[in-house]
C-alpha cells in the first residue's frame, strides 16, 4: 500500500512543488490541507493548484472562528507579546493548522505529515513540536529542507511538472498574513538599517486624517463588542484592522531573536492586535488586584516566548493558561480608544468590577482615606532599612 503524507499547503510556490517532489522522490500520495485562518485568497484555486500538482485530495479548513476563539483569545487574555513586542502573528497560526494535520492525518489514513519550511526559519519548529505533541506517532517531513533546490530550481521544477504558479524568479518579499496580523520579510529588509519601503504595507496604509473614538467591551478578559455592538472574535478582530489600521496606526519593525539562534530583521502590522492588547492591559489595570496584575506582568513574557517557540501544545503553557483564565475572572468592562494619524492610545475605562474606590483615591473633600494610619505604615516599611542604615551603613570603609 503506498504511503500517504499530509501537507500543509498554502498554494505558493514550495509547497506546491513539494506536493510533486514528494510524489516522485518518494513515491507517497499527497493530502494537501490549507487552513484559512484570515488570510484572504481564493481556496478554489488554491485547491486546483493542489490537484495540478498531483494531490489526490486538497482539503480546505475554515478555521477563522476557531483561530480567533482557541488561539487569539488566550494569547489577547495573557498581553503575549515577544520580546515585549511582537503579538505573534504568524506564530499563533501554526498551532492551529497543525491541528487540522493531524485530524486530516487520522482522517485520510495518514502515516506522515509534512509542511514546506526551510531549515532556519522558527515554523518548522512550530509545526513539527506540535505535531509530535498531538500525534507523536506520525512521521514529520520537511522536503524544502533536504531537496537543496534555489527559487529558480523551484520555478524550473514547476514548469517542468506544468505546476500553475504565480510566483516569480525575482522575490521580494516573504509575506504570512492572517487575522491577527501580517508579517513582512525578506528583500532589502534583510539591511537593519534600510527602512522599509512603503509598498510593504498594506493594513495601515493611512485613509483617515481626523479624530476618532472607539470603544471596546470586554467580557472576562475577551473582546466582545465594538461601540455597544456584539460580534464573534473573528469579525471583531477584522473591524478593529480595518478601523484602527486606516489611522496608519500597528507597523513594527525589530529585529528578533529566532529560536534557531539568528537575529532576524522582521517587519509587522497587527493594527487590532496592538490596539485591543493596549485595551486589554489597560483594563486589566482597573480591574486586577496588585500582587496578582504583578505577577501576571511577570509570566506574560515567558507565556509569549513558549507561543513563539513552538511549545503551545506544551503542559507548561496548559498550567500559565490556567492561571490566566482566573486573573480574567472579573476582567469585564469597556475601553476608550483614541484614534488620530499614526495614534491609538486609552483615553477611558470603566468596569463594575473596577477595585478603583473614588474617596481613597481623590484629594477633594471627599477623601475617605485615613491619613493617620500612614505613619505607622511607613515606620514599619522603611524599618529594615533604618535599621541597616544604623548599624552597618555608617560604618562602611572609606
Known sequence: MTKRVVLAYSGGLDTSVAVRWMIEEWGVEVVTVACDV???????????????????????????AEFADDFVAPALKANALYEGRYPLVSALSRPVIVRHLVNAARTHGATAVAHGCTGKGNDQVRFEVGIRALAPDLEVLAPVR?????????IDYAERFSIPIAATREKLYSIDDNLWGRAIECGEMEDPWAEPPAGVWSLTVPSETGTEEITVGFERG???????????????????????????????????????????????????????????????????????AHEKQRLEGRYADLVYDGQWYSPLKAS????????????????????????????????????????????????????????GFVRLWGLGIETWAANQATKREA
Not at 495540478?52 to 480546505?60: H, L, N, Y
Not at 537543496?148 to 523551484?154: A, F, Q, V
Not at 496606526?249 to 509587522?268: A, P
Not at 476582567?331 to 488620530?340: D, F, K, Y
Open 38 to 64: 484570515g488570510q484572504g485568497g481564493d481556496f478554489e484555486e488554491v485547491c486546483e493548484r493542489a490537484r495540478a500538482a498531483g494531490a489526490v485530495e486538497a482539503v480546505v479548513a475554515d478555521a477563522r
Open 146 to 154: 533536504v531537496w537543496g533546490m534555489t527559487r529558480e530550481d523551484c
Open 222 to 292: 475577551v473582546p466582545t463588542a465594538i461601540d455597544g455592538v456584539p460580534m464573534a472574535l473573528h469579525e471583531l478582530v477584522g473591524v478593529m484592522n480595518r478601523r484602527v489600521g486606516a489611522y496608519g496606526f500597528g507597523r513594527l519593525d525589530m529585529v528578533e531573536n529566532r529560536r534557531v539562534g539568528i537575529k532576524s530583521r522582521e517587519t509587522y502590522e497587527a493594527p487590532g492586535a496592538l490596539a485591543l492588547i493596549a485595551a486589554h492591559q489597560d483594563l486589566e489595570a482597573l480591574c486586577l488586584e496588585r500582587d496578582l
Open 320 to 375: 500559565l493558561d490556567a492561571f490566566v483564565d482566573a486573573s480574567q475572572e472579573f476582567v469585564t468592562g469597556e475601553v476608550r480608544l483614541r484614534l488620530s494619524p499614526g495614534s491609538c492610545h486609552v483615553v477611558g475605562r470603566r468596569s463594575e468590577f473596577s477595585l478603583y474606590d473614588y474617596g481613597l483615591a481623590t484629594y477633594d473633600a471627599a477623601d475617605s482615606f485615613n491619613h493617620a494610619d500612614a505613619e
